[in-house]
């Protein structure tokens, strides 16, 4: 009786283990087949799998050949590989993901090492998110890339960091280009960094200029980082 | 003759590119009506809030600003919980004299998980829908999983799903055949299959 | 519960001031006026500026009615942001931004991409469509345009009919001068090419 209580108990714990996503989807044989070294290889580096099945599924549901899913879902397995290598040691699944959303859109493995430098294991995934989506708006990931690295570095929040990113797309909705709008802003944040007991004052005396026009001289001169 | 500049060949056709369209002078009428319907005039509002508390005497001012700055919080925070991604971080511009603006961002989220959800609500008008389903790397591109509803009113469909924080790429399939991007969103150029999807940041 | 820390992300820009150029046909005093609440001026802005943006509109949407939603949305937009313009840009160069994001954001919403039923599988996979209300493209100029890609369409329309100058249209594509040189050049070679292709064709006939 005790041995079967063990048992079940056992099996249960297991079977919570095991994570959910992968049990979620669903691929033709013929797929999961062409897919299964590529699984089993990232598995056996630790990497998470759940991206790697919703990239597979995003294939078969865009109708793509089975030999580009496989393609695509192998891509992808490099890229977290890489970005894992690069914000080492022990990031989180979340920050493997997100470093690989950034290689994948231009950004470089040095930024990914430089935002580890700044930020401690489970806080480096928004920074390099925000990357992205930047780039993603428009900017070019260079930019992104050291906008982001120096506002990390400067001690910016991820609060910070996200409403840099909102700030950006109001004013690219208001018909500022996005590559003006992230240095506006980014300068805008660099100040507040630098000064915050002094940010009210300045504030007061100096207000900044419209973002709707295109840059012209501002009022307010920025300090050089 | 520079090649970006226009010949003989392409003059007869920038003429008719020219040609500016027949005006109708209901157009400017609509423009100021959804105006009127916004209800935008923000340099008017914006005065009138300045005038209004130049009149008041110190501690009144003192006690308006410290009554909104806890509403402001309480905002952030239920923003944070429940609304979605733009309304926990847009940021008002300063006019010159304006008063001080405030960051309506979540707090100092530094100390909170990245893997916590936060519930986004997706959205899209299509007026020749049976059914809408969102698919996405957050349901693993499933469209029977998230089935978007229907305001019974306007052609608006919706639906709000726990995300995890972070970047997500999403699309909405119409009559289980119209693959659509989000035209509120950004869209990405899809290198791995050729079909555009939308993109988010939840945080 | 303490209060949140008021925070404050700044715009600061930096570049040069670009010489001001107002249409004769609104004056200074009155763009200033609209900038300042007067609805009237702004209502005087909105007629003068109306016909220019349904024109780059429906040539960049191909549809009429969506033109027209897309300046209406435009000039909605215009009126939120227009305490926000400052004079050193030209504000046709101001307006047309915020004309093309909204045409951008118009042309993404009707593009369609079509897959078959599980049942089609040997069919062809996503196809793109243009939603052409009602509108069949018979003429010459739609042909022409068609054949260019969104980019160049963009970039040639406000080069050469809106008449930016090519660090406006930079500032609107968000791109450097040199890459809109670029996409007006390859337009203008892909203009050539199929006015040449029709006149052949006539000719043939």
């Not at chain 1, 100096?206 to 709707?212: E, L, T």
Request: charged residues 25%; proline residues 5%; contains cysteine.
């Amino acid at each position: 009786m005790r041995r079967t209580g063990i048992a079940v108990l056992l099996a249960l714990t297991l079977g919570v283990a095991r994570p959910a996503s992968s049990q979620a989807v669903k691929l033709d044989s013929a797929l999961a087949a062409a897919l299964s070294p590529t699984l089993d290889a990232a598995r056996a580096d630790g990497l998470p799998d759940a991206p790697l099945f919703a990239k597979a599924q995003e294939g078969v549901l865009k109708r793509a050949p089975r030999e580009r899913i496989v393609g695509a879902v192998a891509a992808l397995a490099d890229r977290m590989r890489a970005a894992r290598g690069e914000l080492a040691p022990n990031a989180t699944d979340h920050e493997i993901i997100a470093g690989a959303e950034a290689l994948a859109v231009g950004v470089s493995g040095q930024v990914l090492r430089t935002v580890r430098l700044y930020r401690p294991r489970g806080t480096a995934a928004m920074p390099l998110e925000v990357m992205a989506h930047l780039a993603w708006r428009g900017v070019a990931p260079a930019q992104a890339a050291d906008a982001i690295t120096r506002a990390v570095a400067g001690g910016a929040t991820t609060g910070q960091l996200v409403a840099l990113d909102a700030s950006v797309r109001q004013d690219v909705e208001s018909g500022v280009a996005p590559p003006v709008a992230l240095t506006s802003r980014t300068r805008g944040l660099t100040l507040q960094l630098q000064a915050p007991a002094n940010r009210a004052t300045a504030a007061d005396a100096a207000p900044p200029q419209s973002m709707s026009s295109s840059p012209g001289a501002g009022r307010v001169r920025p300090r050089k980082p | 003759m520079q090649n970006d500049e226009i010949d003989s060949s392409l003059q007869p056709l920038v003429d008719r590119l020219r040609e500016l369209p027949e005006s109708d002078p209901r157009a400017v009428k609509r423009v100021l009506a959804r105006i009127r319907q916004y209800d935008g005039r923000p340099n008017a509002r914006r005065r009138a809030l300045r005038r209004y508390f130049s009149r008041r005497s110190g501690w009144w001012a003192v006690a308006a600003l410290v009554l909104f700055a806890a509403g402001v919080t309480l905002f952030a925070r239920a923003a944070v919980l429940s609304s979605a991604y733009e309304s926990a971080t847009l940021i008002p511009l300063v006019d010159s004299g304006g008063p001080t603006p405030v960051l309506l961002a979540a707090e100092n989220d530094d100390s909170l998980s990245t893997d916590r959800l936060v519930a986004r609500k997706f959205t899209i008008k299509s007026l020749d829908a049976r059914q809408v389903a969102l698919v996405g790397d957050f349901n693993q591109w499933n469209p029977r999983r998230h089935r978007l509803h229907r305001d019974g009113q306007t052609a608006t469909w919706y639906i709000t799903v726990q995300l995890p924080a972070g970047l997500h790429k999403y699309a909405f399939i119409v009559n289980d055949s119209v693959w659509t991007t989000d035209p509120s969103a950004l869209r990405t150029v899809d290198r791995d299959f050729g079909v555009t999807s939308s993109l988010v940041l939840v945080q | 519960m303490t209060a949140a820390r008021p925070r404050l992300l700044r715009a600061i820009p930096n570049d040069r001031p670009a010489p001001v150029d107002i249409p004769a046909a609104l004056s200074r005093e009155t763009l200033l006026s609209a900038r300042d609440g007067d609805s009237v001026a702004f209502a005087q802005l909105v007629r003068t500026y109306y016909p220019r943006c349904l024109r780059f509109a429906q040539h960049l949407l191909s549809s009429r009615e969506d033109a027209e939603e897309c300046v209406q949305d435009t000039f909605v937009r215009v009126h939120r942001a227009l305490h926000r313009y400052e004079e050193r840009e030209r504000f046709d160069a101001w307006l047309f931004r915020i004309l093309a994001n909204r045409c951008r954001t118009a042309r993404r919403r009707l593009t369609r991409w079509r897959l078959f039923h599980s049942a089609d599988l040997d069919r062809v996979t996503p196809i793109s469509a243009s939603r052409v209300d009602g509108f069949v493209a018979r003429d010459e100029i739609w042909h022409a345009l068609a054949g260019l890609t969104e980019e160049q369409r963009e970039a040639f329309l406000l080069r050469h009919v809106e008449g930016l100058t090519y660090e406006d249209i930079a500032a609107v594509a968000g791109i450097a001068v040199t890459a809109v040189r670029m996409r007006v050049s390859r337009a203008c070679a892909r203009l050539r090419e199929t006015i040449t292709d029709t006149d052949a064709e006539r000719r043939n006939r």
